[in-house]
């Protein structure tokens, strides 16, 4: 038997309606558009407003259009994983959450924590189940309600973030498209450098958590920078090495959005040119595990068959990583 590959099968992301505007930003906070431009590329990111919202809110619409979209019925999906560091709660899973709200019956669910390479590591998952012949639908949704762990007093954070939500469908394939080869790292030497560092089993919500803020996303900027710049740009390159892939091969770049200065030195490593890289931080900011699916979502009608796209990403842990994947499908 010939080996089975997962393509995606089909694309869609939601944003909510509200934009947070850099104008906006520098009445709250001591900063300014020309600062957020010209350091990190953020115009805008949308936020969730409303009682009661999580990711699961953010979730339930990129997975409901999906389904829409691929005419799959909820009740012939078998697996859901959803990438997210803001889970509605604890438990259970917001993948769970989000299956109950979308009527997937049939499905077993859970949820993956990998920060900004959270969307990678689901997918390349999500790809091993369908790899192993058992699964022939499987959804991998990244969500984050990133707002709900921002500052809005810390000017050094909270310009960076916005909510967003991204999920694509997974299926089989004997012909050579798809999901080719993945390259993942970590480094836990990385936690202290970001991290949330209240709320978890360590230490668990108090007054004086609540009070000292710590339950919010606590950043060393630059030193992340360093670790971001040169591991994304590396981790990207290898990809195409160790795939014979020459720069003129590739037809994106789809890189996570947390900088744009991040994402300008990896396109350079690789050899590409500007108009090869998805970029749409200026409009959502860092949306975290949705980054990379709302990418994809928004150049979806630019996406040809046999298209070579290279994901990368880098973020909180420290996580890494690059997936080389081929396009399954002409625009329709
Ligand atoms: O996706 C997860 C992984 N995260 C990342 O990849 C983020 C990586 N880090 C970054 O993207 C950048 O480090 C930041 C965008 C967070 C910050 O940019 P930076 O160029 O590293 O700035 P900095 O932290 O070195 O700060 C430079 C100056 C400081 O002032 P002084 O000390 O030079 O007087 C900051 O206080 O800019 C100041 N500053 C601001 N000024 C206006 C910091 N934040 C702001 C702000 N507005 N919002």
């Not at 967003?164 to 202290?192: C, Q």
């Not at 991290?195 to 030193?223: C, M, N, W």
Request: charged residues 25%.
């Amino acid at each position: 038997m010939k080996k089975l590959r997962a393509i995606v099968t089909g694309i869609n992301a939601w944003v909510p309606e509200y934009r947070l505007t850099n104008n906006e930003l520098s009445r709250m906070v001591d900063t300014s558009d020309e600062w957020i431009m010209q350091r990190v590329g953020i115009k805008e990111r949308r936020i969730l407003k409303g009682e009661g919202l999580g990711s699961s809110d953010l979730g339930e619409p990129a997975v409901r259009g999906l389904l829409e979209k691929t005419k799959t019925s909820p009740g012939d999906i078998d697996l859901l994983i959803c990438a997210t560091i803001t889970p509605d709660m604890a438990f259970p899973a917001t993948a769970n959450i989000i299956s109950e709200k979308v009527g997937i019956k049939n499905a077993f669910s859970f949820d993956l924590a990998a920060a900004c390479s959270g969307f990678l590591f689901a997918l390349q998952t999500g790809a091993a189940y369908v790899e192993s012949g058992r699964f022939k639908k499987v959804i991998v949704v990244g969500a984050d309600k990133m707002s709900s762990i921002t500052d809005y007093t810390d000017r050094t954070t909270c310009p960076l973030f916005g909510d967003a939500a991204g999920a694509v469908l997974l299926e089989p394939t004997e012909e050579e498209y798809g999901l080719m080869d993945y390259i993942f790292h970590v480094d836990g030497s990385g936690e202290k450098f970001l991290y949330l560092k209240a709320g978890g089993s360590a230490k668990p919500a108090s007054h004086e958590t609540v009070d000292a803020r710590e339950h919010f996303i606590y950043q060393e900027g630059q030193s992340v920078f360093k670790f971001a710049v040169v591991n994304m740009a590396d981790v990207a390159a290898e990809i195409m090495e160790r795939n014979n892939l020459k720069s003129e091969d590739i037809a994106w770049l789809v890189p996570h959005q947390a900088n744009l200065r991040i994402i300008d030195a990896t396109g350079r490593r690789m050899g590409l040119p500007p108009e090869k890289v998805m970029i749409n931080i200026e409009n959502y900011g860092n949306t975290t595990a949705a980054t990379i699916p709302l990418c994809l979502w928004e150049y979806e009608s630019k996406l040809k068959k046999g298209d070579k796209l290279i994901l990368a990403a880098f973020g909180g842990g420290f996580t890494w990583g690059s997936i080389y994947l081929k396009w399954a499908y002409d625009p329709t």
